[in-house]
Protein backbone atom coordinates (compact mmCIF):
# COMPACT_ATOMS: atom_id res chain seq x y z
CA UNK A 1 0.00 0.00 0.00
CA UNK A 2 1.53 3.40 -1.03
CA UNK A 3 -0.91 6.60 -0.44
CA UNK A 4 0.22 10.30 -0.16
CA UNK A 5 3.60 10.06 -1.84
CA UNK A 6 3.48 12.32 -4.28
CA UNK A 7 2.99 15.39 -1.42
CA UNK A 8 5.94 17.96 -0.68
CA UNK A 9 6.75 16.02 3.03
CA UNK A 10 6.74 12.41 1.48
CA UNK A 11 9.06 14.33 -1.09
CA UNK A 12 11.38 15.45 1.86
CA UNK A 13 11.01 11.50 3.70
CA UNK A 14 12.52 10.48 0.19
CA UNK A 15 15.31 12.41 -0.14
CA UNK A 16 16.30 11.39 3.09
CA UNK A 17 16.18 8.18 1.97
CA UNK A 18 18.37 8.35 -1.08
CA UNK A 19 20.91 10.28 0.71
CA UNK A 20 21.64 7.74 3.17
CA UNK A 21 21.45 5.18 0.64
CA UNK A 22 24.00 6.92 -1.72
CA UNK A 23 26.11 8.82 1.38
CA UNK A 24 24.70 12.39 0.90
CA UNK A 25 25.62 13.47 4.56
CA UNK A 26 25.40 16.85 3.26
CA UNK A 27 21.31 16.54 1.80
CA UNK A 28 20.80 13.81 4.44
CA UNK A 29 21.13 16.27 6.87
CA UNK A 30 19.23 19.15 5.06
CA UNK A 31 15.90 16.81 5.37
CA UNK A 32 16.33 16.90 9.28
CA UNK A 33 15.30 19.51 11.80
CA UNK A 34 18.05 20.84 14.17
CA UNK A 35 16.19 19.26 17.36
CA UNK A 36 15.21 16.05 15.39
CA UNK A 37 14.55 12.69 17.93
CA UNK A 38 15.34 9.49 16.24
CA UNK A 39 14.76 6.15 18.34
CA UNK A 40 16.75 3.26 17.02
CA UNK A 41 17.71 0.22 18.84
CA UNK A 42 16.84 1.05 22.38
CA UNK A 43 18.83 4.61 21.96
CA UNK A 44 17.88 7.67 21.22
CA UNK A 45 19.74 11.06 19.40
CA UNK A 46 18.67 14.49 20.11
CA UNK A 47 19.76 16.87 17.33
CA UNK A 48 20.48 16.24 13.96
CA UNK A 49 24.13 17.22 15.12
CA UNK A 50 24.19 14.38 16.96
CA UNK A 51 23.30 11.55 14.56
CA UNK A 52 25.23 13.45 12.00
CA UNK A 53 28.39 13.31 13.87
CA UNK A 54 27.44 9.41 15.38
CA UNK A 55 25.06 7.29 13.89
CA UNK A 56 24.52 8.28 10.14
CA UNK A 57 27.73 7.46 8.65
CA UNK A 58 27.16 3.75 10.25
CA UNK A 59 23.82 3.96 8.66
CA UNK A 60 25.06 5.29 4.98
CA UNK A 61 28.18 2.14 5.25
CA UNK A 62 25.10 -0.62 6.65
CA UNK A 63 22.62 0.63 3.93
CA UNK A 64 24.85 0.65 0.76
CA UNK A 65 25.62 -2.91 1.54
CA UNK A 66 22.34 -4.08 1.31
CA UNK A 67 19.35 -4.23 -0.61
CA UNK A 68 15.89 -2.66 0.70
CA UNK A 69 12.49 -3.09 -0.95
CA UNK A 70 9.30 -0.91 0.16
CA UNK A 71 6.44 -2.61 1.28
CA UNK A 72 4.31 -0.43 2.46
CA UNK A 73 4.35 3.19 2.78
CA UNK A 74 1.70 5.88 3.89
CA UNK A 75 2.22 9.94 4.20
CA UNK A 76 -0.73 11.35 5.73
CA UNK A 77 -0.32 15.26 6.23
CA UNK A 78 -2.29 17.34 8.95
CA UNK A 79 -1.77 20.73 8.74
CA UNK A 80 1.83 21.47 9.14
CA UNK A 81 2.42 18.31 10.85
CA UNK A 82 2.91 15.05 8.62
CA UNK A 83 3.22 11.62 9.81
CA UNK A 84 5.33 8.94 7.53
CA UNK A 85 4.72 4.97 8.23
CA UNK A 86 6.50 2.49 6.10
CA UNK A 87 7.82 -1.09 5.94
CA UNK A 88 10.48 -2.72 4.57
CA UNK A 89 11.93 -6.12 3.39
CA UNK A 90 16.18 -5.87 3.73
CA UNK A 91 18.28 -8.40 2.97
CA UNK A 92 22.07 -8.63 2.17
CA UNK A 93 25.23 -9.38 4.05
CA UNK A 94 27.11 -6.78 6.31
CA UNK A 95 30.26 -7.60 8.50
CA UNK A 96 30.09 -10.95 7.47
CA UNK A 97 26.53 -11.79 8.87
CA UNK A 98 23.54 -12.30 6.09
CA UNK A 99 20.60 -10.38 7.05
CA UNK A 100 16.85 -10.90 6.20
CA UNK A 101 14.21 -9.49 8.15
CA UNK A 102 11.54 -6.62 7.93
CA UNK A 103 11.93 -3.44 9.07
CA UNK A 104 9.06 -0.34 10.26
CA UNK A 105 9.88 3.22 10.20
CA UNK A 106 7.74 5.77 11.58
CA UNK A 107 8.58 9.59 10.94
CA UNK A 108 6.99 12.97 12.02
CA UNK A 109 7.76 15.88 9.96
CA UNK A 110 6.54 19.71 10.61
CA UNK A 111 6.63 22.65 8.64
CA UNK A 112 8.86 25.11 9.51
CA UNK A 113 9.03 28.49 7.83
CA UNK A 114 7.48 26.93 4.38
CA UNK A 115 9.52 23.85 4.85
CA UNK A 116 9.18 20.52 5.60
CA UNK A 117 11.63 18.91 8.05
CA UNK A 118 11.93 16.04 9.69
CA UNK A 119 11.37 16.39 13.71
CA UNK A 120 11.36 12.68 14.85
CA UNK A 121 12.19 9.20 13.22
CA UNK A 122 11.41 6.08 15.23
CA UNK A 123 13.16 2.50 13.17
CA UNK A 124 12.69 -0.72 14.38
CA UNK A 125 13.43 -4.25 13.10
Known amino acids: ?13 LA ?8 NKELA ?16 ERSADEYAHHH ?17 HQVTVLGNTAISAS ?6 SYKGKERDYE ?3 TMVLEKQ ?3 WKIKH ?5
Open 121 to 125: IHWSH
Open 29 to 44: RAQLADDVTIYEGGRV
Open 1 to 13: MLKGLDTPAAKVV
Open 56 to 72: MLSDMKYLAAMKSETLE
Open 113 to 115: NGE
Open 87 to 92: RSHTTG
Open 16 to 23: FHEALETS
Open 103 to 105: GME
